[in-house]
């Protein structure tokens, strides 16, 4: 058999793609006969001002943005593509491969637990790269004092766990998962020296934690952010004893660089864009590697081949020159098997961004990427033209702007980071660095938009550029989700309320996007995605209109009889088997796809509402707050049980439980209404439809009570 040397395949899945198309094709005209039998009843009305028409007026309006985001959405459908990667097929030698800095982002330890950061910190070093190609920054946005300490003692620990994790070839570099049974597999014995070795290790890795976790309590080092303060730079392990190691060496150790840029209460500091903007300046002179890994601090590495597995993209001669970021998915591991609130966010991991990566690549997804550094200050095939004005783009330092121009990194021969890189790495991170250069607008991560990594991988892909998706079995990044409807909600809206105000402004996919070098499928997808809105306001308008017409007595739906009735019952058939046709193919069951539907409904009349409402009221008041929710990874042991059981927990979600309830309410109200005039009357031949929709609603509820219920009585 012949040998193929390929470093990467892409499929495009069989039959299911052509079933899309052909239900696409189906489905269009339902939608079309659909859009043709609310206008033309318009026009029926005879007093247009009268409750009815408004009523129809509304459901139609709703009508139209279910079909709108439905159109929209067809461009994750086109072209669904799944890759593999042959890392074993680099055939050039680990000194050549190219370098890769690795950012890592924290923000609050009260919310992120400082230990937890420094693990990702930790299986970030032990990447199976070769380490003087490699080099690792934390980016502390809180400029907390006992970070810097965990870090360094994280980088005592790395010196044991490094050579173990090498010598052994374990898989979980990650300690805490090593230690958890996700590490199971690699836990098994391996020789005799193992077991002793893994105890010793175990021993280390607590009194690490135990270190870290004292030195907080004890109040010895401030484990508080610091919000306003200057920058603060300090190389953990530098260069120079590594370069004395031979290449092979099991205790060689990456670069390691602590890193809290400048924040003051009267400047804007742009949440993680401005931090990952700063980064990349401070790394531009230290490391400057043309590739880079971004993690948030939850996201800790899980498979040491991950980087291998990307550079076989960015080492592809057929892909390279356009590629801008290579994107592995977001799994989490502690999602549960119901998964009731669908915090895995299925659709965008095993759907969207497949069918976005066979057209122009998927979104950047704000962690677990590899990024060209490049990309971030140029388009593909222009050449390079920031360079014929640097200073305006980039800022002063003739440090930085000397290292635009180096190809493959910065080597220098000492080794040693010295005093001025370090000193020039502290101004470089200043609040005033930027003034009136284009960092966060044409340079760097996008300033415009709360979701900037979103954002700025779709202003790439406006620029031309392209991405790709890899899903491999094993997880390369595992990250932890929020397991309560509080914390899920508060992250939904934060996204839906960024991407809304984005699609409002004049960077939107609609006039900006397709005149850009985007593709048109993929607007669309960008458009699904920013747009996303429109569901719930088709969510909130079935929600309600349907039961408000049972109370009052007005029809919205064709009467039984009518051929209309058919139409409406198919196209509900439609839109449900499309659905199930995407969600219970990957690995799930009617149970599963029903869980996430049922999710997706509440969400559609709570969080995504709320969000997309906040959005649009901002822009039409002129607030933008600039106030931006962190998410928790400090999981409540409580909140994970009720989770596991797939018993729902609305604790501390305030202001959603309005919609919640009233919608609720207002449903069940209209079907017992309804239901009573039509015992009375015995004709249901007008109201039928109305029932119908407000019963699916009462149904959604009464699972939802069930499910609190059953919980209150075993707890
Ligand atoms: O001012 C800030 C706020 C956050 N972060 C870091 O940014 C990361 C993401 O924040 P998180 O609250 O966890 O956001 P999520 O909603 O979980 O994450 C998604 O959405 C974010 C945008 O809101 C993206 O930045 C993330 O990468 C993406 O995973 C974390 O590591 C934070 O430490 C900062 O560095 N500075
Ligand atoms: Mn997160």
Redesign the pocket.
Known sequence: MKKTMELNKSTVPQPITTIYRLHMFIHSIIMVALIYYRVSNLFKFENILSLQALAWVLITFGEFSFILKWFFGQGTRWRPVERDVFPENITCKDSDLPPIDVMV????PKK?PIVDVMNTVISAMALDYPTDKLAVYL?D?GGCPLSLYAMEEACVFAKLWLPFCRKYGIKTRCPKAFFSPLGDDDRVLKNDDFDAEMKEIKLKYEEFQQNVERAGESGKINGNVVPDRASFIKVINDRKTESEKSADDLTKMPLLVYVSRERRFNRL?H??G??ANALLRVSGIMSNAPYILVL???FFCHDPIAARKAMCFHLDPKLSSDLAYVQFP?VFYNVSKSDIYDVKIRQAYKTIWHGMDGIQGPVL???GYFLKRKALYTSPGVKEEYLSSPEKHFGRSKKFLASLEEKNGYVKAEKVISEDIVEEAKTLATCAYEDGTHWGQEIGYSYDC?????FTGYLLHCKGWRSTYLYPDRPSFLGCAPVDMQGFSS?LI??VA?LTQAGLSHLNPITYGLRSRMKTLQCMCYAYLIYFTLYSWGMVLYASIPSIGLLFGFQVYPEVHDPWFAVYVIAFISTILENMSESIPEGGSVKSWWMEYRALMMMGVSAIWLGGLKAILDKIIGTEGEK????D?AIDKEKLKKYEKGKFDFQGIGILAVPLIAFSLLNLVGFIVGANHVFITMNYAGVLGQLLVSSFFVFVVVTVVIDVVSFLKVS
Not at 105 to 108: I, L, R
Not at 450 to 454: D, G, K, M, N, V
Not at 628 to 631: D, F, G, P, Q
Request: net charge negative.
């Open positions: 982002f924290t923000a609050n992120e980016a946005d500091h949440f993680k401005g931090s948030d601090c939850d977001q997804s704000g962690t709360h979701l900037e990594s979103t992250q934060k996204w960024a931006l929710y962190l998410s990874k």
